[in-house]
């Protein structure tokens, strides 16, 4: 081979390698950038995990101040119904003197 048949040969071989290393860096930039963006919002995703959490905590906290819990109610009712049950005594015992009053025959 002489020298004027290897130009030719390897200025193609170099044309090959220098497209395959600009395919390569254009890969390679798409791929930090992917990365760049997924890093991004990553850290977003977690910053509104931390403030969700806090206001799921803030929530909580609130309802566990302000409402009554399952047990609480069932205490209030059954002293409700025990009053109203007291009630229910105290107007029969009224009842049965009224209706005694009434049996009564003057004399």
């Not at 977003?44 to 399952?70: D, F, Q």
């Amino acid at each position: 081979m002489t020298g004027a048949e290897i130009i030719p040969f390897v200025g193609v071989i170099l044309a090959l390698f220098g497209a395959m290393f600009g395919v390569w860096k254009y890969v390679d930039a798409k791929i930090t950038t992917a990365r760049k963006d997924a890093e991004l919002k990553a850290d977003s995703a977690a910053e509104l995990a931390r403030l969700t959490h806090g206001e799921l905590a803030a929530h909580k906290l609130h309802i566990a101040e302000n409402y009554v819990s399952k047990q609480g109610l069932k205490e209030t009712r059954d002293e409700i119904l025990k009053a109203v049950g007291g009630l229910r005594d105290d107007f029969r015992h009224l009842t049965s003197r009224l209706d005694s009053l009434h049996e009564r025959k003057p004399d």
